[in-house]
């Protein structure tokens, strides 16, 4: 579907919102139509509409790693209509990496919905078994061994480079714009290591193309019960989790953003989310507004101090 037919979707919800008497929401998914992001929020969408008292319209605004549809955001009416489903991409990696118009006072964080490590997958001839054999391998040979991230000073790499430090490994970025490019390149010889999301990771190692070792999390992966997690490894302080959550404009109202917290919450409850968190292959991980401001706090100074030690300049 194209951006005007799209655009014209959403004016006829708006449209038949007005005729119902409802008031008219905007959740501004800062991608492009199609993929996992886009997936997720349209669905919890979907379930959060009738605790909001609202027809909720979505609005596609890709480009810059989500930038342009975060900066849209903030400049948007306070008025606890308007709010976007984001990701760790454009609110603690790009302020660090590309020039934005946004910073951690320009918006409101209201509620994180989920949470999933990156994960590390080698082919099946690859000579270790688990991420600690996975990291003796690259650390005896360094500068070797490539892996496949999604985009230069992107989540994947910043993921993979802080366990990397700790072990004091050192293999070479091969940037890629995600796992429609970097499993190919892993399965054909072109990466040695893939770097990326679980769902494409779990269904690749079921049918026996790949062998993945190591989540950057603290946690173990259910759907990949063989990758070493950072707590195994001795270092969960480290762990970088790819997460979704909803934020609004600066000096939205108190209620309002309760309202929506709420309502967020309740759809992530729901039977029908509980099965596509399943599906997707990450869990359901709650952190209401002050929690989750402190956790994007906390990444944010995080990932700038290791943008600055390995020397990634803003493009």
């Given at each position: 579907?194209?951006?005007?037919?799209?655009?014209?979707?959403?004016?006829?919800?708006?449209?038949?919102?007005?005729?119902?008497?409802?008031?008219?929401?905007?959740?501004?998914?800062?991608?492009?139509?199609?993929?996992?992001?886009?997936?997720?929020?349209?669905?919890?969408?979907?379930?959060?509409?009738?605790?909001?008292?609202?027809?909720?319209?979505?609005?596609?605004?890709?480009?810059?790693?989500?930038?342009?549809?975060?900066?849209?955001?903030?400049?948007?009416?306070?008025?606890?209509?308007?709010?976007?489903?984001?990701?760790?991409?454009?609110?603690?990696?790009?302020?660090?990496?590309?020039?934005?118009?946004?910073?951690?006072?320009?918006?409101?964080?209201?509620?994180?919905?989920?949470?999933?490590?990156?994960?590390?997958?080698?082919?099946?001839?690859?000579?270790?078994?688990?991420?600690?054999?996975?990291?003796?391998?690259?650390?005896?040979?360094?500068?070797?061994?490539?892996?496949?991230?999604?985009?230069?000073?992107?989540?994947?790499?910043?993921?993979?480079?802080?366990?990397?430090?700790?072990?004091?490994?050192?293999?070479?970025?091969?940037?890629?714009?995600?796992?429609?490019?970097?499993?190919?390149?892993?399965?054909?010889?072109?990466?040695?290591?893939?770097?990326?999301?679980?769902?494409?990771?779990?269904?690749?190692?079921?049918?026996?193309?790949?062998?993945?070792?190591?989540?950057?999390?603290?946690?173990?992966?259910?759907?990949?019960?063989?990758?070493?997690?950072?707590?195994?490894?001795?270092?969960?302080?480290?762990?970088?989790?790819?997460?979704?959550?909803?934020?609004?404009?600066?000096?939205?109202?108190?209620?309002?953003?309760?309202?929506?917290?709420?309502?967020?919450?309740?759809?992530?409850d729901s039977p029908e989310m509980a099965a596509f968190f399943e599906t997707a292959g990450v869990e359901k991980r709650i952190l209401r507004?002050?929690?989750?401001?402190?956790?994007?706090?906390?990444?944010?100074?995080?990932?700038?101090?290791?943008?600055?030690?390995?020397?990634?300049?803003?493009?």
């Amino acid at each position: 579907m194209n951006k005007y037919k799209l655009l014209g979707t959403a004016v006829l919800i708006a449209w038949a919102g007005a005729a119902a008497g409802k008031d008219v929401a905007r959740l501004i998914i800062p991608t492009a139509p199609g993929g996992g992001t886009d997936t997720l929020f349209r669905a919890i969408a979907k379930y959060a509409e009738p605790h909001l008292d609202a027809t909720l319209v979505v609005q596609n605004v890709g480009g810059a790693g989500g930038a342009i549809g975060v900066s849209q955001l903030t400049r948007a009416k306070p008025d606890g209509l308007t709010m976007a489903g984001v990701w760790m991409g454009p609110i603690t990696v790009a302020p660090h990496t590309i020039d934005t118009t946004y910073g951690l006072d320009d918006y409101i964080p209201v509620i994180q919905l989920d949470a999933a490590p990156y994960v590390l997958c080698v082919r099946p001839d690859f000579p270790a078994k688990d991420g600690k054999e996975l990291l003796q391998e690259l650390k005896s040979k360094p500068g070797h061994y490539t892996f496949g991230t999604d985009g230069v000073a992107g989540p994947g790499q910043l993921a993979t480079e802080r366990v990397f430090q700790s072990f004091d490994v050192k293999a070479r970025d091969i940037p890629y714009r995600g796992a429609g490019e970097t499993m190919p390149a892993l399965l054909g010889g072109v990466v040695d290591i893939y770097v990326g999301s679980v769902p494409p990771a779990a269904a690749m190692e079921k049918k026996g193309d790949v062998k993945c070792l190591l989540a950057t999390g603290a946690d173990p992966v259910k759907a990949l019960p063989r990758a070493t997690t950072l707590t195994e490894l001795g270092i969960p302080e480290k762990q970088t989790l790819l997460w979704h959550g909803i934020v609004v404009p600066p000096n939205t109202p108190d209620a309002a953003v309760k309202r929506i917290e709420d309502a967020f919450e309740k759809a992530a409850d729901s039977p029908e989310m509980a099965a596509f968190f399943e599906t997707a292959g990450v869990e359901k991980r709650i952190l209401r507004r002050k929690e989750f401001s402190e956790h994007i706090r906390k990444e944010y100074a995080e990932l700038g101090a290791l943008v600055k030690s390995l020397d990634l300049k803003k493009q």
